[in-house]
Every structure is written in structure tokens, then in C-alpha cells.
């Protein structure tokens, strides 16, 4: 079965950095887009950042733009996500999510904590 494991979360002062993993299996992890989610406490989820199959092409949340980095390493099924200069309003869990025939997949999220 299609199971996604995120980690990397943790709590971090803002202008910090952090790095989030999703490790993937149960799919042929090579041959579809990956995204990250994300949900703080009260507001809609939403994409932050999506890849495409090979890591060409990237889309990102125009808040997070400049500062976070979506990439793969399509040998490990890993999918990951570079956050740097973290603010208080990038506080949420943070999903990977992935789309195979029409059904949606997600993991259990890490906590991202951005805070003074």
C-alpha cells in the first residue's frame, strides 16, 4: 500500500532553517508529481510547493518563493523540502502528498514550530 512518511519538523527561531524528508513507498515513486501541504491551526490547507517527475520543473506558494526548496532523489523515493528563513506564519504540519489515479495520498505530518 502507498504509505508516505514525512520527519524533519521541530521548533525553530525565526530566520532559521530546516530541512523536511518524505519517504515513499507502496508506488513507483519515479513516475509521479510530488507536493508538500501544509496546515496551521485554523487556516486551509495548502500547497507549498510541488515537483514534477524528474525535479524540473517546481512550483512553489508564492509566501514561501525564494526562500523554500523543493527537490527528489528519485533512487531513495525521497522528496524533500529546504526551508530557510522561516517567519512565525510558516508554523503548520507539513504534509507530502501525492496523487496516483485520482486518489489522493499523505503521510502523518511533522510539526514545523517557528517561534522566539
Known amino acids: 500500500q502507498v504509505q508516505l512518511v514525512e520527519s524533519g519538523g521541530g521548533l525553530v527561531q525565526p530566520g ?10 507502496g508506488f513507483t515513486f519515479s513516475w ?7 496546515q496551521a491551526p485554523g487556516k486551509e490547507h495548502e500547497m507549498v510547493a510541488q ?7 517546481t512550483d512553489y ?14 533512487a531513495k523515493n525521497t522528496v524533500f523540502l529546504q526551508m530557510n528563513d522561516l517567519k512565525p506564519e510558516d508554523t503548520a ?5 501525492v ?16 517561534s522566539s
Open 51 to 57: 515537483i514534477s517527475t524528474t525535479g524540473a520543473t
Open 93 to 97: 504540519v507539513y504534509y507530502c502528498k
Open 61 to 74: 506558494l508564492d509566501s514561501v518563493r525564494g526562500r523554500f526548496t523543493v527537490s527528489r532523489d528519485n
Open 32 to 38: 509521479y508529481a510530488l507536493n508538500w501541504y501544509r
Open 16 to 25: 532559521g532553517s530546516l530541512r523536511l524528508s518524505c519517504v515513499a513507498s
Open 99 to 114: 496523487s496516483i489515479k485520482g486518489n489522493w495520498y499523505w503521510g502523518q505530518g511533522t510539526q514545523v514550530t517557528v
